[in-house]
Nanobody, 125 residues
Framework: QVQLVESGGGLVQAGGSLRLSCAAS????????MGWFRQAPGKEREFVAA????????YYADSVKGRFTISRDNAKNTVYLQMDSLKPEDTAVYYC??????????????????WGQGTQVTVSS
């Protein structure tokens, strides 16, 4: 199994930026793809972004394309989510997740095997 710990959440004004980090341990980090999901109050969890195991390929939800950037540093066992031009509708708990069965980035939640505890992002208008 893999243990995932997110950090970097907080309160930011609309138009601002945040960078989330997710530190992984317990399994060779470069052997699996990673993703970010989010869950707003009263809504289902949704896909945000994913990155391949080597970091070369990425995939984004339409709602964040052009504003968010996912990346990973396999030497540090960490995946990042750079969030720019934040909007109030980006307010949610953000989760990182590991996909042991995929080389390429995927958006289907049920394909992810391990999840972090989440970090709160609040964007004020």
């Amino acid at each position: 199994q893999v243990q995932l710990v997110e950090s970097g959440g907080g309160l930011v004004q609309a138009g601002g930026s945040l960078r989330l980090s997710c530190a992984a341990s317990g399994r060779t980090f470069s052997s699996y793809a990673m993703g970010w999901f989010r869950q707003a109050p009263g809504k289902e969890r949704e896909f945000v972004a994913a990155v391949s195991l080597n970091g070369y390929r990425t995939y984004y939800a339409d709602s964040v394309k052009g504003r968010f950037t996912i990346s990973r540093d396999n030497a540090k066992n960490t995946v990042y989510l750079q969030m720019d031009s934040l909007k109030p509708e980006d307010t949610a708990v953000y989760y990182c997740a590991a996909n042991f069965g995929a080389v390429q980035p995927v958006s289907r939640e049920r394909l992810y095997n391990s999840w972090g505890q989440g970090t709160q992002v609040t964007v004020s208008s």
